[in-house]
């Protein structure tokens, strides 16, 4: 098929007022050229791209937040003359590439935008018939098994026959910024895409915990940022690591050993909020979702957070294992994310599992943790 134009549409923009859809429209279609090596233009809730190369286009709209749908197509002029010789064309190469034949019960389905001397119900009809000549096909409304699109738009048509499902979502970089604690597990990688596809840009921080970790933890969490840095063309996220193994020893050392985990978290929450008062981000964001692990339980939960005053969001809170980890895998994490790390030696035994913020608040005095933490965040890197 001899494309010219890919036809990317979005969904929620159009909701927005005028300021902020002409904002959001401009930010995604920076996205659209950091991701794709093409021309752009935008025209009436749609955006027409140009690419150099097909093959990668298709490809990578489909990793850009805010495009809903998208669609090859080829363009010619809006008039009778014009569309019944592109569309000649356009069927001889779907009856080649297989799509349609005699049997092929299809449908014309015209949009039009702009004044003509036809209506769309016209120009339906009249390409209907063009089709009918070429291949005697029947044509079916209302069941149809081929749609084939022309959409006129003022003195410009476009012909096409696929809609391609984009990630959907707002455009990166139009919601502000929010610091994610990264692992190297399932979960926080998904949260981290969960966010980007609604807009925020994320710094990624991630807690280094060696001696308990081996440094197989840290190379994963690497690939993961690799591979969710192909959804964030425009808007890099950012990486951090913090070294949090001294801060562990110091929790095991003198706070109750069941509490490692609860002040774990704890830790890693108020760096982040540092974190996040340094590069301006709004909010916090984890994996977690609620009983997954014996450690997240909702006293638990509500304790860790006690003492930080940014909203800490948890996309997953919901979700169960098998829909988090389906996301994974469609997002090209999960395989990263399973290859065995050797996990981390500082879990107890025994964790806590109803922790509550009298006894948070009395472990963190134990170990100094105000101290420990000051040392933690000044070794991010
Ligand atoms: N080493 C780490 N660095 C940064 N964030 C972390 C780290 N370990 C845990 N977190 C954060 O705490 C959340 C809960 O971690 P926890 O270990 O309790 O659960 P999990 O189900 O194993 O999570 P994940 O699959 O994301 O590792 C994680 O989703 C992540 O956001």
């Known amino acids: 098929m001899n494309y010219d134009v890919v036809i990317a549409r979005y969904g929620e923009i159009g909701l927005k007022s005028s300021k902020v859809r ?4 401009r930010k995604l279609v920076k996205n659209i050229k950091a991701a794709i090596d093409c021309e752009v233009d935008r025209n009436q809730g749609r955006i027409y791209i140009f690419p150099k190369n097909y093959g990668e286009c298709l490809e990578n709209l489909n990793k850009v937040f805010g495009v809903v749908s998208y669609s090859p197509a080829v363009s010619t002029y809006g008039n009778y003359e014009d569309i019944e010789k592109t569309l000649g064309e356009y ?6 590439e297989g799509f349609i034949g005699e049997d092929t019960r ?7 935008v702009g004044n003509h001397d036809f209506t769309s119900q016209e120009m339906a009809a009249f390409c209907g018939s063009v089709v009918v000549k070429k291949v005697g096909c029947p044509v079916d409304l209302t069941n149809p098994e081929l749609k084939i699109y022309v959409e006129v738009r003022d003195d410009e048509a476009f012909i096409y026959h696929e809609k391609i499902d984009g990630p959907g979502g707002l455009p990166l970089g ?4 929010v610091v994610v604690l990264v692992s190297s597990g399932i979960d926080s990688p998904v949260a981290a895409y969960l ?3 609604r807009g925020c840009e994320v710094i990624a921080l991630h807690c280094d915990n060696a001696p308990f970790t081996g440094p197989k933890v840290h190379e994963n969490f690497d690939k993961i940022i690799d591979q969710l840095q192909s959804y964030a063309k425009g808007v890099p996220i950012t990486k951090k690591v913090v070294k949090y193994g001294e801060y562990l020893q110091q929790a095991k050392d003198c706070a109750p050993e069941k509490m490692t985990c609860v002040l774990c978290k704890s830790g890693m929450y108020q760096i982040a909020e540092k974190l996040a008062h340094k590069y301006g981000a709004l909010a916090i964001v984890d994996g977690s979702s609620v009983g997954q692990v014996a450690s997240q339980t909702l006293s638990n939960i509500l304790a860790t957070r006690h003492g930080v005053d940014m909203p800490i969001l948890s996309p997953l809170i919901g979700l169960d294992k098998l829909e988090i980890t389906r996301i994974a895998e469609d997002i090209g994490t999960f395989e990263i994310s399973k290859l065995d790390d050797g ?4 879990v107890p035994r025994y964790p806590e599992t109803k922790a509550d913020v009298d006894r ?12 420990a933490i000051e040392k933690a965040f000044n070794s991010i890197v």
């Not at 002409?22 to 429209?25: D, I, L, N």
């Not at 299809?106 to 039009?112: D, E, G, H, N, V």
Request: hydrophobic share 40%.
């Open 91 to 96: 069927v001889d190469g779907l009856l080649r």
């Open 22 to 25: 002409a904002r959001f429209e």
């Open 195 to 197: 966010m980007m596809k």
């Open 174 to 177: 139009t919601q502000g910024k």
């Open 343 to 346: 996990g981390c030696h500082a």
């Open 106 to 112: 299809f449908a014309i389905k015209c949009r039009r």
């Open 360 to 371: 948070v608040e009395e472990a963190c005095r134990a170990m100094n943790q105000k101290e």
